[in-house]
């Protein structure tokens, strides 16, 4: 069962527009949702994560929109860059003694176009 | 500090190998996971464990074992290779919600 959806597959920006990627999921224990940066031949890297009790959090270029009543959270990358050219992922966690489950979404192949 | 590391890099089996894949962490982590990733699905939970000697499976544990005898290591092993467990494969530790993973290691069984 796929608990964490994630839209789209894949992701053509040009160079300083706005990536959007969303995920929507269904288990209302969930309390930790991050998103993961992996570049080609890496491991996922933690990249901005967000709790249930705010809305949005921004950090740097990077910025996670949080609806709680929808069940649902999106990544936003401004002034995209070639580097940010990756595969995303969104996560969730129950934590306690789940902190080691993650719940991952299908993931997002961004391409940013110079 | 290594962080995460995890061997072999790469792997090629035949169909009914076994194998152990080897993941250490040097960070003090409670908390390791196994990861396996395939195309359009992203990462699924294999198995994990809480601390030394406690382990639990996750969404995918069938055909896979694993062992918690030390803080630092969590080894994943292969009992008779399936071609259907081709992937790349992920281990992760964390001390509560941040997990960090290794590097990864691709395994194709024939």
């Known amino acids: 069962q796929q608990q964490v959806k994630q839209s789209p597959q894949s992701l053509i920006v040009q160079k300083g527009g706005i990536s959007i990627i969303n995920c929507a999921y269904e288990n209302t224990a969930f309390d930790y949702f991050p998103w993961y940066q992996q570049f080609p031949g890496k491991g996922p890297a933690l990249l901005i994560a967000?709790?249930?009790?705010?809305s949005e959090k921004k950090e740097g270029r990077f910025t996670i929109s949080f609806n709680k009543s929808a069940k649902q959270f999106s990544l936003h990358i401004m002034d995209s860059q070639p580097g940010d050219s990756a595969t995303y992922f969104c996560?969730?966690?129950?934590?306690?003694?789940?902190?080691?489950?993650?719940?991952f979404g299908q993931g997002t192949i961004l391409t940013v176009h110079p | 500090n290594a962080g995460v590391t995890q061997t072999p890099k790469f792997q090629v089996l035949k169909t009914g190998q076994s194998m152990t894949l080897q993941c250490a962490q040097d960070?003090?982590?409670?908390?390791m996971s196994w990861y396996r990733q395939d195309p359009g699905m992203g990462l699924r939970l294999i198995h994990y464990s809480v601390g030394a000697g406690i382990t639990d499976q996750g969404e995918v544990p069938n055909g896979y074992n694993v062992s918690r005898s030390t803080t630092e290591d969590f080894p994943l092993r292969l009992l008779s290779a399936a071609p259907s467990q081709t992937s790349v494969y992920f281990c992760a530790s964390s001390y509560a919600y941040e997990q960090y993973f290794g590097p990864g290691t691709r395994l194709t069984v024939t």
């Open positions: 996560a969730a966690n129950a934590g306690g003694t789940s902190y080691g489950k993650l719940t």
């Open positions: 960070m003090n982590h409670e908390y």
């Open positions: 967000i709790r249930p009790d705010v």
